[in-house]
């Protein structure tokens, strides 16, 4: 694919003869088009397709938040992209044709804001996932005013539930309501963004629990 710095005439989008155009996050591009397909694609190949649909069938199912918590590593992407980068990077586990995500290993923020100490969860009435930790405003740039990130992914149904601007770091508790997961194993992290939303935490992976 070529970028164009100032583009042609303009720019342009679609197809042209054997050229392609269009637009990515305000970059003009144009490109070949494809003259083949691979129908006989390697091990190699097969591989990397299925663990990228696997991450990106992950990420998706919490794009609202990657898209925010991972907007600082996200140059010339999106944050749902970085996020799918870290992923296949880090959380894949297995050898072909058998692979799976490594949930202890996934971030769903990311960033250089100190995160909480000693962060636990408990399962407690009415589905409600209770997230407790210590406080450790002043930390480095953490403040007391840092609102918490919660976040909970169900692998059987591929979904998640996630807050972006939870309680306070000295408040020391957030809750998560897990109703839609009742019966149901989930897998669940903690970080924290700061107030103005420009200082992001990398998540801790708080473990796994079945929702009661």
Do not use: H
Not at 105 to 127: K, Q
Request: aromatic share 10%; charged share 15%.
């Amino acid at each position: 694919m070529g970028t164009i710095s100032k583009g042609i005439l303009g720019g342009f989008s679609g197809k042209v003869g054997t050229v392609v155009g269009g637009n990515w996050k305000g970059i003009d591009y144009m490109r070949s088009k494809s003259s083949f397909k691979n129908r006989n694609p390697s091990e190699a190949q097969l591989a990397q397709q299925l663990k990228f649909g696997m991450c990106i069938r992950f990420v998706q199912s919490m794009s609202g938040l990657l898209e925010l918590t991972f907007n600082s590593y996200a140059v010339k992407k999106t944050g749902v992209n970085s996020a799918m980068s870290y992923t296949l990077k880090n959380a894949v586990t297995g050898t072909y044709p058998v692979f799976s995500i490594d949930y202890a290993s996934v971030l769903v923020s990311r960033g250089d804001l100190p995160n909480v100490l000693a962060p636990a969860i408990t399962m407690g009435a009415g589905s409600q996932l209770v997230y407790s930790w210590t406080d450790n405003s002043g930390v480095g740039i953490a403040k007391a005013s840092d609102k918490a990130l919660a976040a909970a992914f169900c692998p059987e149904l591929n979904q998640a539930i996630y807050i972006t601007s939870g309680a306070d770091r000295n408040e020391l508790t957030e809750t998560l309501n897990l109703v839609a997961f009742s019966g149901k194993t989930v897998e669940t992290y903690l970080g924290f963004i700061s107030e103005d939303g420009r200082n992001v935490a990398s998540s801790i992976y708080t473990g796994s629990v079945v929702v009661s």
